[in-house]
């Protein structure tokens, strides 16, 4: 019997997701809405058109087969008709979200606390909707993703385009080979409807990261003219417990490391862009 799956919304994590997949799936599906456009790195074979909007096109997605959801569950009403449609609640789904999900630290605690995810969240946003709904009624897993680096989305490349500032604001981030391996992680040894934060398990505010940019490879940057918002300090307990069950581990747990990695391979140029 045929081990699938399928990757809806096929952006730039797909791209890292593919190959992984590939080793562990007899065969791999990617999504797009229009697909032979967006999709040119990938078998004609593989590419299926998917838009949640379209359910004439929803039937394209092939049964039994395991599925990661890449791209914002809204709005929750199509969501909900696709699910029920796709019978999902049958299948084994992984479901990216954010961990903008989770409500925002009080101004005035700094540096603001750790966040694990049973921290609050913010049940009027589209999405956290979407994402609990997926989570309580159809067994979805949900991901919560911090901020994705990598080749072509080079935080050295932010800070050169001024696309960021020095500022007290603590950021989270995750390579995208690591979001990509915890996908695959959740996959097989996940607990339904369970919720596991992404991230590298390192918070760093932007002005230690502006300021050993510069030191490194001479990037300046200037200070934010906003004022400074405190961010998130997110715990990644979970994610590497679920790592350590698929036998492996954080590849870039060091972010100057990676950025160094991505640096010195000349086939990367770096754009903040999906």
């Known amino acids: 019997m045929e081990h699938t799956l399928t990757i809806l919304g096929s952006g730039y994590t797909a791209k890292f ?42 039937q394209a997605i092939p049964p039994s087969t395991d599925i ?35 409500d925002d630290c009080a101004p005035t605690e700094y540096p603001p606390p750790w966040v694990d995810e049973e921290a609050p969240t913010d049940q009027e946003k589209p999405r956290v909707q979407g994402e609990e709904l997926l989570r309580k009624y159809y067994n979805s897993i949900v991901l919560r993703v911090t901020g994705i680096y990598g080749p072509d989305r ?7 385009t001024g696309r960021v500032n020095r500022s007290r604001k603590y950021v989270n981030l995750i390579h995208v080979e690591d979001l990509a391996s ?12 369970a919720v596991y934060n992404i991230g590298d ?41 679920l790592l350590k069950l698929d036998g492996t581990g954080l590849r870039h747990s060091d972010l100057f490391e990676a950025l160094d990695l991505i640096q010195r391979n000349p086939l990367n140029e770096a754009t903040p862009s999906r």
């Open 17 to 58: 997701l593919l190959p992984l997949a590939q080793h562990r799936y007899t065969q791999v599906f990617a999504t797009s809405r229009d697909p032979d456009r967006h999709l040119t790195h990938v078998r004609r074979d593989q590419r299926i058109r998917f838009d949640l909007m379209q359910p004439e096109t929803w």
């Open 68 to 102: 990661i959801w890449c791209f914002p569950a809204v709005p929750v009403e199509s969501v909900r008709q696709f699910a029920d449609a796709a019978s999902l609640h049958t299948r084994r789904v992984v479901v990216l979200g954010s961990t903008s999900a989770y």
């Open 154 to 160: 080079n935080p050295i490349e932010w800070i050169r």
């Open 182 to 193: 915890s996908c695959l992680a959740a996959l097989r040894h996940a607990t339904t409807s």
């Open 201 to 241: 398990g390192t918070p760093r505010t932007w002005l230690e990261i502006c300021q050993v940019v510069e030191q490194r490879w001479g990037i300046q940057s200037t200070d934010s003219q906003k004022a400074d918002p405190t961010g998130k300090r997110v715990l990644n307990r979970k994610m590497c417990e």
